[in-house]
């Protein structure tokens, strides 16, 4: 158990919809990352949160946003779906005194 | 895009064998790490090897890391059943970020 958890495990809606995934990351871990892993693309970034701020941004869809509280969590929002946005979302968390990412048990989506 | 590119894609192998994967990647790094995947399910972190490091051992794992050729391998010794997975290397490019290759999927047959 890493201790980042991620809610919901399963996600099935339709094309069109809005979906809020969320994660809850280690106890004091500041940095809030989130990556999305699918077939043809894999394992890819998407976003990164410190402590409620954005940091840095990677292959994140406009229609796709994401959000860090001040108590830590965060949320990715993944708006107007479309079939190809099917895939596993991953939350990572990081602690200042270390390297090393560790990653929720996902979140699977499935947008039909 | 990837980063990494690992190989071989796929590995199959008998319990108590060897199992050896390679990660390439295409940029100086700040470390580069290790994870396993079971079946579509969460990434659990196996080792980090830093830029200034050659090589790393934890338990029955051994990663070795070559900068000048943009290399790593990882080594599992003794193979079990459970190690069964997918095996990803990560790089770091001291962005922050993890930049994840394509992964090697490990099955070890009783």
Sequence with gaps: DSGVTQTPKHLITATGQRVTLRCSPRSGDLSVYWYQQSLDQGLQFLIQYYNGEERAKGNILERFSAQQFPDLHSELNLSSLELGDSALYFCASRGGSTDTQYFGPGTRLTVL | ?110
Excluded at chain 2, 23 to 38: A, G
Excluded at chain 2, 62 to 84: E, F, G, P, Q, Y
């Design chain 2, 1 to 110: 895009s990837q980063q990494g590119e690992e190989d071989p894609q796929a590995l199959s192998i008998q319990e108590g064998e060897n199992a050896t994967m390679n990660c390439s990647y295409k940029t100086s790094i700040n470390n580069l790490q290790w994870y396993r995947q079971n079946s579509g399910r969460g990434l659990v972190h196996l080792i980090l090897i830093r830029s200034n490091e050659r090589e790393k051992h934890s338990g029955r794992l051994r990663v070795t890391l070559d900068t000048s050729k943009k290399s790593s391998s990882l080594l599992i010794t003794a193979s079990r059943a459970a190690d069964t997975a997918s095996y990803f290397c990560a790089t770091d490019l001291n962005t922050d970020k993890l930049i994840f290759g394509t992964g090697t999927r490990l099955q070890v047959f009783p």
